[in-house]
């Protein structure tokens, strides 16, 4: 029989896979019997590695969320004849349709007022039956804003009885302002004018295919960037958190040691420990999730919410999170074990940390230049441009952010190795961060990348708003306008006398607008305004006016009219097709009197000067203009807050169908939009994680140092120093992550604009980004500051 050999020999026993899954068994092991200490290690690796886990689970329920919420949108969508296609005819599955959108407070309320024509007419999603005329059936959340004080105002607007509450399956997100209301009033048959969006339409279903809008190159590099941004610092930050260690740990490796372990087996067991810490995290982040998903309906950010049930996570991203949790928990504590001796006499690390190297460092951001250097302007808006390479452009963001975190040890050592002299608590600060300033630099790496990260995506967003976003100043607080069907001269005489008897109200105009060409150049475009001499006299300075009588308008410092469109010239008003359309588009012709005279603008409402021909309802036949509407434009008092809704309220009691909003601002691409709200959202949930990490770290640290803070307390030093201490130690770090952060933002922003043509217009972007860092990273100071308190008693010096 063979015997074992001994001595310097290889010992006996499994090897390969048997001995790893041996010798990690045993960590697990240790952890479950390893007494309070062990117990405590474990929870704060289990809360760290959960908190991370809860962030990825809810980032793998996204795209779950995003199907959802297309699904419920395409399937209350109504389905209406496109340009071109058979109408639907009247019958008794059908019904007559009307947006009726409104604002309250500048949230958007989504309305639709309903006729059905016969008893088997579609119903909406989310609604049992179509409500009656005078009937309405709302969203809980806007039953609950009409049912509160504040919706008082905004209850006003509805003429409707409440009768019920729409249904999830009719609606977006649980905080969507909507109704469904039965109005017996809209009609096919009235003058509703082509192009204006509320135009009643006839129906015979609910649903539509729900097809993929392509995304441009450029929306995309947004997309990957704000996916990058934002998880990068959550495996920063989980990598960080399974390297919490502590004294006891130490001693049982090294008794390990003595009782014949090797070197190799000894940290196997260690990564054992953090296995265990890694599996239980994952449980513990499944149930943070779990409870965070619960309350999903009661967030709401930039009028954004989600449906509890709507976070499903996809199960490959699930099952991806748990293979490569555990798995990094092994990795990092081996590849952290490298530095230790782990001895039968005790576990030695380094007194002063080996001097760090940059050479290696620098290779990251650079082969992440490289990476991104050929796609150099080749990102463009057009959704059918070219498609870039999805894992070059992530490839090259993470690493780029990447070497902005491996430089921070780096800079942090070569800065403390220099600090000499200074106040008691400046000095325990930067010398113990010259003994092992390791554990600090982690522990602010998670802030620093999300930074980084941030800034480059802010700089990104800043760069390429304009192609996404229709230009607009400032939304004014005063100043409204809107676009309604053409009305006859009666008409926008009544709307402007019920907006000037509107409380609130300064000044209202109600005129007929269309757009004409000179010549057939459409580069030779004016406005025509129809209305009486009363609203004409608001545009303009009109010495004398009658019925029939024609004007041409100069704006003071602008373009005169009448040097392009003087009496006498030859107008052409056509209405514009889709392309395809088989029939001929309607026109009308009409000569500028020789008679009109040329007049000086007035500011309007909003302050504006409205050049171009101003012409009397008998002067020029409204009916005929193929694109004509009225357009309305009213000035409120700034002191009163509720003159806005009261306007609006104005509005709707016209005609559902006359929206009115705030001028100025801006309107956004739909993907531009979700993916802004999505960073937005993400931002604050990665803060938020970071600020817990980082607490958690430090709490870590400060059990690790304990017996040394209560030796010094009992030596007589100062609590205050001590804190102090504390705060310098994490504060150093800090300061140099956000300047490091900041520069590397900016490089990265930069180096991301050129891959999508764009030019830097925001180079203060990093202010608010980096004022955020700094200010978690102040709240977990000062959350830290008690536990401080009771590890500096002499009790602490106690040992068994």
Excluded at 361 to 367: D, H, I, K, S, T
Excluded at 373 to 402: E, I, K, Y
Aim: hydrophobic share 45%; proline share 7%; net charge positive.
């Amino acid at each position: 029989m063979n015997q074992p050999r001994t001595g310097t020999d290889t010992p006996a026993g499994p090897r390969g896979v048997a001995a790893w899954a041996r010798d990690l068994a045993m960590g697990v092991r240790f952890t479950v019997t390893g007494g309070r200490e062990a117990w405590f290690r474990t929870a704060l690796t289990a809360l760290g590695v959960g908190l991370g886990v809860a962030l990825l689970m809810i980032a793998a329920s996204v795209p779950q969320m995003m199907a959802q919420r297309q699904h419920r949108e395409a399937a209350r969508a109504p389905h209406v004849a496109e340009e071109g296609d058979e109408p639907v005819g009247r019958g008794p599955g059908t019904l007559i349709l009307q947006q009726a959108d409104t604002d309250f407070h500048d949230k958007p309320v989504a309305g639709v007022l309903l006729r059905p024509e016969g008893p088997k007419a579609p119903v909406p999603p989310g609604l049992r039956e179509i409500p009656a005329p005078g009937e309405m059936v709302v969203s809980p959340a806007l039953g609950r804003l009409l049912a509160s004080a504040d919706g008082a105002v905004l209850r006003e607007r509805f003429p409707y009885r409440i009768v019920g509450t729409i249904g999830s399956s009719g609606l977006i997100g649980p905080s969507e302002l909507s109704y469904y209301a039965g109005d017996d009033r809209i009609t096919l048959d009235g003058p509703h004018g082509p192009g204006i969006h509320d135009t009643p339409a006839r129906v015979d279903a609910f649903g539509a295919a729900e097809e993929k809008e392509p995304i441009s190159p450029v929306l995309l590099v947004l997309a990957i960037m704000t996916c990058v941004v934002l998880l990068l610092p959550v495996a920063v930050f989980m990598a960080t958190a399974v390297r919490f260690g502590g004294e006891r740990r130490d001693r049982r490796l090294a008794a390990l040691r003595l009782v014949g372990a090797d070197a190799r087996t000894t940290r196997r067991i260690a990564a054992g420990e953090a296995l265990a810490g890694a599996v239980l995290g994952l449980g513990a982040g499944v149930t943070l999730f779990l409870l965070l998903r619960e309350f999903a309906a009661d967030v709401t950010i930039r009028d954004s919410s989600v449906f509890p049930s709507d976070m499903v996570p996809r199960p490959a991203l699930v099952a991806l999170i748990a293979v490569t949790v555990p798995a990094m928990a092994v990795v990092v504590t081996l590849f952290a074990l490298r530095g230790v001796t782990i001895e039968p006499l005790g576990v030695m690390r380094d007194t002063r940390p080996r001097r760090r190297r940059l050479w290696w460092r620098l290779l990251f951001p650079v082969a992440g230049v490289a990476l991104l250097f050929p796609l150099f302007g080749r990102a463009s808006m057009d959704p059918w441009g070219d498609p870039l390479n999805t894992f070059q452009v992530a490839g090259g963001a993470v690493l780029l952010l990447v070497g902005i975190t491996l430089l921070l040890p780096w800079v942090l050592q070569v800065l403390v190795d220099r600090l000499r002299g200074g106040a008691p608590a400046w000095q325990l600060a930067y010398r113990r961060l010259q003994l092992g300033n390791g554990p600090a630099a982690r522990a602010v790496s998670g802030v620093t990348v999300a930074v980084a990260g941030a800034i480059a995506v802010q700089m990104l967003f800043a760069g390429v708003r304009g192609g996404y976003e229709l230009p607009g100043d400032e939304a004014s607080h005063s100043s409204m306008s809107g676009v309604f069907r053409a009305a006859s001269a009666a008409e926008t005489h009544d709307y402007a006398e019920r907006f000037r008897a509107t409380r609130g109200v300064v000044n209202a105009s109600v005129v007929v607008e269309e757009y004409a060409t000179r010549d057939g150049r459409a580069d030779r475009t004016t406005a025509i305004s129809v209305g009486d001499c009363a609203e004409l006299r608001r545009i303009a300075r009109l010495d004398s006016c009658r019925d029939g009588d024609v004007f041409v308008a100069d704006s003071p410092g602008g373009i005169r009219e009448s040097d392009h469109f003087p009496p006498g010239s030859k107008l052409t008003m056509s209405e514009y097709l889709d392309p395809g359309s088989t029939r001929e588009p309607r026109t009308y012709r009409w000569t500028v009197p020789d008679s009109a005279r040329i007049v000086r603008t007035l500011p309007g409402p909003g302050e504006e000067f409205r050049g171009g021909v101003l012409a009397t309802p008998s002067a020029i036949d409204t009916a005929a203009m193929p694109t004509a509407s009225t357009r309305v434009r009213v000035q409120a008092r700034p002191d009163d807050p509720d003159a806005l809704e009261r306007i609006r309220n104005t509005a709707a009691a016209i005609d559902p169908a006359l929206r009115v909003w705030r001028d100025g601002g801006v309107v956004k691409d739909a993907n531009y939009a979700m993916i802004e709200r999505g960073l937005l959202i993400g931002t604050v949930g990665t803060l938020g994680l970071i600020g817990a990490g980082i607490l958690v770290s430090t709490l870590a640290q400060l059990r690790e140092r304990r017996r040394t803070l209560s030796a010094l307390a009992a030596f007589g030093t100062p609590r205050s120093t001590l804190g102090w201490s504390v705060l310098w130690q994490t504060a150093i770090p800090v300061v140099l992550g956000m300047v490091l952060a900041t520069g590397g933002g900016i490089g990265l922003g930069w180096v991301m604009l050129q891959v999508v043509d764009g030019t830097v217009r925001d180079w203060f972007a990093f202010l608010p980004v980096t004022g955020a860092g700094a200010g978690v990273i102040a709240l977990v100071t000062l959350a830290s500051l008690p536990p401080l308190w009771r590890m500096t008693r002499p009790d602490g010096l106690r040992t068994e």
